[in-house]
């Protein structure tokens, strides 16, 4: 699986961005697909996710009602719309997929097997 986003920019706050990733290879072999961050200084954490057999979302509370994760199955491609953005919300934005259903998933982080390569999301006036 090969995983690639973008999307990122800069945005002022209370603005809106929307990141996207392509998916490539098995993807008829995946449990779900995340969108996770990192902040400067900061240890990635988890932001939403989509369980693929179902179309189940997932949400940190960090950003529950403001970023929407879908997904377009003839495009391979997985969204992730974020509206009223804060300056807290500024990260590189990474997607991941994972295999297999594992404990902790989808807020752990090393439940993830495949990641893209991150993309910046800057928010500030």
């Known amino acids: 699986v090969q995983l690639q986003a973008s999307g990122g920019g800069l945005v002022q706050p209370g603005g809106s961005l929307r990141l996207s990733c392509a998916v490539s290879?098995?993807?008829?072999?995946?449990?779900?697909m995340g969108w996770l961050r990192q902040a400067p200084g900061k240890e990635r954490e988890f932001v939403a996710a989509m369980r693929w057999s179902d179309g189940s979302t997932y949400y940190a509370d960090s950003v529950k009602g403001r970023f929407t994760i879908s997904r377009d199955n003839a495009k391979n491609t997985v969204w992730l719309q974020m509206n009223s953005q804060k300056p807290e919300d500024t990260a590189v934005y990474y997607c991941?997929?994972?295999?297999?259903?594992?404990?902790?998933?989808?807020?752990?982080?090393?439940?993830?097997?495949?990641w893209g390569q991150g993309t910046l999301v800057t928010v500030s006036s």
């Open positions: 290879g098995r993807t008829f072999s995946m449990f779900g």
């Open positions: 991941g997929a994972a295999r297999n259903y594992g404990l902790g998933w989808p807020r752990d982080v090393r439940r993830y097997d495949y």
